[in-house]
């Protein structure tokens, strides 16, 4: 008889405390664009909890607080 194991991982952010079963990433790919004349950009955001080592970081949370940054500048620069 043979008896199989099934091992399900749960990850949770610590940032806003969402639980999910799809592994954490450190980077956000958000843009990526291939010209046909060989022309490649990628717009990629490292991110880190600064006081946290090994912290889990969904990609909700990464985006939120982008927007936030992304609002901070454009009122800075008079948007």
Do not use: R
């Amino acid at each position: 008889m043979v008896i199989h194991t099934h091992t399900e991982y749960t990850y949770q952010c610590d940032m806003c405390q969402k639980k999910s079963n799809k592994a954490p990433s450190d980077i956000l790919n958000i843009f990526h664009f291939q010209h046909p004349d060989s022309i490649k950009l990628d717009l990629k955001i490292n991110f880190s909890y600064e006081w946290v080592t090994n912290a889990i970081i969904c990609d909700d949370c990464v985006i939120k607080y982008l927007k936030k940054f992304i609002e901070k500048q454009e009122l800075e620069n008079g948007k």
